[in-house]
Every structure is written in C-alpha cells, then in structure tokens.
C-alpha cells in the first residue's frame, strides 16, 4: 500500500519554485537573481600571462590535429625469443 501512496504523492506533486512559476515575471526575476547569486563577488582579474597560456594550448592542440599519424613498433621478447607483448590497436584508415 505505501508504493500507491507514494505514486499518489508524486501525482499530486505542485513544484513551490519561483522557477516554475507559470507568471513569467516571477519566472523571470527568480532566474535574475539566481544568475545574480552565481557571479563572482569581486571581479577577476586576468593576468597577460593567463592570455598566453590559453594561447599556447590551443597552438599546441591545433598542431596536433595538423600532423600526420604516428606509428609505432613496439618489440618486446622473453629470453626465450618469443614474442612477450601483442598489442593491437584498430585500424582508423
């Protein structure tokens, strides 16, 4: 019986939210406010040195997707010349 209670709860649900309001100037000044809570107090301050890095990364990122694939063997035997290590990657071309 408490699994239909439940059920009847949930049915019966009203959201108490301002942001859920169905007038949207309360709507609208509920997620004013909430925008308003999540700014920073002080504003931020951005240094040269932040701008450089961002700009470096990006360079960085942008050269990796420029070159061409590598490949590369890997060669690994036990000391008793077999093979010690298989490694198998998928094919992309």
Not at 39 to 46: A, D, G, L, T, V
Request: charge should be positive; hydrophobic fraction near 45%.
């Amino acid at each position: 019986m408490s699994d239909i209670n439940a059920l009847n709860q949930l049915a019966n649900f009203r959201a108490g939210s301002p942001l859920a309001s169905e007038d949207p100037v309360i709507r609208d000044q509920a997620l004013r406010q909430l925008v308003r809570s999540l700014e920073p107090s002080k504003p931020i301050r951005r240094r040269v040195s932040d701008l450089l890095s961002v700009v470096m990364a990006l360079s960085a990122r942008t050269r990796r997707m420029v070159l061409p694939r590598v490949t590369v063997d890997v060669d690994v035997f036990t000391p008793g010349g077999s093979r010690a290590v298989h490694l198998f990657f998928p094919d992309d071309q």
